[in-house]
């Protein structure tokens, strides 16, 4: 039972480049969520989606694209990365907000 | 905003020690759920306890257990008989007032020695 998966766990990218963080999950979970964490900040939420079809800004979402390209799964795209991005970014679902299941999370470093 | 504050940023116990975490938050709603997380050096997020505001009765979990307030809006994580294992980043999370996601804190680092 593999829960969420992300991919990819690593990644550099250079300012101004775009990138597609992947986010999968078979728990049947209607809700999905990134957030991203830095040191000092907690987890910030950047955009959910409470069903398929559905996508909603959180906290932090200037700089991110979103979709939610079926039930399963749900990707973040940065369309020109920034150093700012630097973070760790997390994908997550939960059936309403009973209870969150993370990813392992994503390391991203913009140089 | 909502907010969750969690008000202690590092911690200490020491083994077979008990130790409280606390966290306070602010929501508008009657009706959400409080949350406890925590993070290993493994970067996994890993729930520990929940807390519906509704029931009265406080949430355990084996050796965590809370103390929930919720007049004064506050939510603490006990944790008794200490392990070297527990030593962890702790979030404090609740859910948001749409319902929709959860808000957390910004951790607490509880460390655990010998």
């Known amino acids: 039972n593999a829960g969420v998966t992300q991919t990819p766990k690593f990644q550099v990218l250079k300012t101004g480049q775009s990138m597609t963080l992947q986010c999968a999950q078979d728990m049947n979970h209607n809700s999905m969520y990134w957030y991203r964490q830095d040191p000092g900040m907690g987890l910030r939420l950047i955009y959910y989606?409470?069903?398929?079809?559905?996508?909603d800004k959180g906290e932090v979402p200037n700089g991110y694209n979103v979709s939610r390209l079926n039930k399963r799964e749900f990707s973040l795209r940065l369309e020109s990365a920034a150093p700012s991005q630097t973070s760790v970014y997390f994908c997550?679902?939960?059936?309403?907000?009973?209870?969150?299941?993370f990813g392992q999370g994503t390391r991203l470093t913009v140089v | 905003a909502q907010t969750v504050t969690q008000s202690q940023p590092e911690m200490s116990v020491q083994e077979a020690e008990t130790v409280t975490l606390s966290c306070t938050y602010d929501?508008?709603?009657?009706?959400?759920?409080l949350f406890w997380y925590k993070q290993p050096p493994s970067r996994q997020m890993i729930l520990v306890i929940r807390?519906?505001?509704?029931?009265?009765q406080n949430a355990t979990e084996n050796r965590f257990s809370v103390n929930f307030q919720k007049a004064a809006k506050s939510f603490s994580l006990k944790i008794s008989d200490s392990q070297l294992g527990d030593a962890a980043m702790y979030f404090c999370a609740c859910s948001n007032q749409a319902g929709t996601a959860l808000i957390f804190g910004k951790g607490t680092t509880l460390s655990v020695s010998s």
């Open positions: 929501t508008s709603e009657s009706d959400y759920y």
């Open positions: 807390q519906e505001a509704y029931k009265q």
């Open positions: 997550a679902s939960s059936e309403l907000v009973f209870e969150a299941f």
């Open positions: 989606s409470a069903s398929e079809g559905t996508t």
